[in-house]
Every structure is written in structure tokens, then in C-alpha cells.
């Protein structure tokens, strides 16, 4: 797609923040969480690029983008290395597909690496609250988040501003 040179530019931004933290040497597996990934392209590219330091890669959307994200990577994964929205637990995929509304309602906290690319601002106030509020939670190791912020207005409502959300709710 467009978006492919987009997303490859992100996972090596995203591999050189962690190559600056300390937290990528040949041990270190992390749970990665991206919240709302677009049809999945970043999560290919991540599992490209960081595939010997990513023990699982969730990614967070709505149902029907869920379906699109399911479509795109199982063109490059094989089908036991995706796991598809409201899938048993006990499957042990590498990449994890799951609905917003599943993932709000589990009690699973295990995500290290956070990530959001361009999808806070497209949420309202109340819903960022929710998931920063949740991945709090969760045994971070960082929290990634790279925005459109241009803060313009839609639907009478100022966009996200995923910086002022975090600063409000430490």
C-alpha cells in the first residue's frame, strides 16, 4: 500500500528508541500492545524487523477494522501465528487480534511496549482516557505514541491531544 514506507519508517524509528533505552539485546522478549494499527502494517513490519525481541504483538481495534487487519496479515503470517478477535486465549499466537471492546473488558496486563500511531486523535476524549487509564496498568517498559496532531475540530470537539491526555493522567 501508500502507507508501506510509512509504516517501515515507524518500526525503525520504533527499534531505534528502543536501541536508545537499553531494552533490545538477544534476550529480551516483549508483549507488545498497538492500539488501533489500521488494516496492520506497522505490526508486519515490527515482526519483520524486531522479530527475534517480540515474544507477542496484540493489536487493538474496532470489529470491522479487526476484519481488515485479519485479511492484510494473514497474507504474511501463517495461520497459526494469528490469532483473530474473540479467539480462545489458549491459543498461543504470536500476533494477537482484538476487538476494542475485548480488550477493555480483559484482564490481561501484560504488555510491555505500548504503541499508538495516528489513532488517539481520531478518539474521543473519554475513550483515550479509558485505554491510558488501562495501560497503566500493565508491566510498561514504554509507552510510544506518534501523532497527527493538528488539533483541528471535528464533529464540535477539539482533536485528542494524546500529550495533554497523558499530562492530565500521570
Not at 57 to 82: G, R
Request: with cysteine; hydrophobic share 35%.
Amino acid at each position: 500500500t501508500i502507507e508501506d514506507m510509512e509504516h517501515l519508517y515507524a518500526a525503525l524509528r520504533i527499534k531505534e528508541y528502543l536501541i536508545s533505552l537499553n531494552l533490545l539485546n538477544d534476550s529480551n522478549k516483549f508483549n507488545f500492545l498497538e492500539i488501533g494499527g489500521g488494516y496492520g502494517g506497522l505490526c508486519r513490519w515490527l515482526n519483520i524487523i524486531l522479530e527475534e525481541n517480540i515474544n507477542t504483538y496484540t493489536i487493538v481495534d474496532l470489529p470491522l477494522i479487526s476484519q481488515i487487519q485479519a485479511f492484510f496479515l494473514s497474507n504474511y503470517f501463517n495461520e497459526n501465528e494469528i490469532s483473530f478477535p474473540y479467539e480462545s486465549n489458549d491459543f498461543k499466537a504470536k500476533i494477537k487480534l482484538k476487538t476494542n471492546n475485548e480488550y477493555i473488558e480483559d484482564n490481561e496486563n501484560n504488555y510491555n511496549i505500548v504503541l499508538n500511531q495516528n489513532s488517539m486523535p481520531e478518539m474521543t476524549d473519554k475513550i483515550v482516557k479509558e485505554y491510558i487509564n488501562k495501560i497503566s496498568n500493565h508491566n510498561l517498559n514504554c509507552f510510544i505514541s506518534f501523532n497527527h496532531e493538528a488539533i483541528s475540530k471535528h464533529f464540535n470537539q477539539k482533536q485528542v491531544s494524546v500529550n495533554e491526555i497523558c499530562n492530565k493522567n500521570p
